[in-house]
């Protein structure tokens, strides 16, 4: 029973910090595309 209600609680704070971080997508859409260009540029580097 407790295990059972460890992994619910555990997938629920998974989905809160998903939509989390796909609002914060939204909202600041201009600073993850920068990071995730950094990255790409930084990744086709190393290869």
Same mark, same amino acid.
């Not at 993850?32 to 990255?39: C, G, M, P, Q």
């Given at each position: ?6 992994? =619910? =609680?555990?997938?629920?704070? %998974?989905? $809160?910090?998903?939509?989390? &971080? %796909?609002?914060?997508?939204?909202? $600041?859409? &201009? $600073? ?7 990255? %790409? ?7």
């Amino acid at each position: 029973m407790q295990i059972v209600y460890a992994m =619910s =609680s555990l997938r629920m704070q %998974s989905d $809160i910090l998903f939509d989390i &971080s %796909s609002q914060e997508k939204m909202l $600041i859409g &201009s $600073i993850h595309l920068l990071t995730d260009d950094e990255i %790409s540029n930084r990744c086709q580097g190393y290869v």
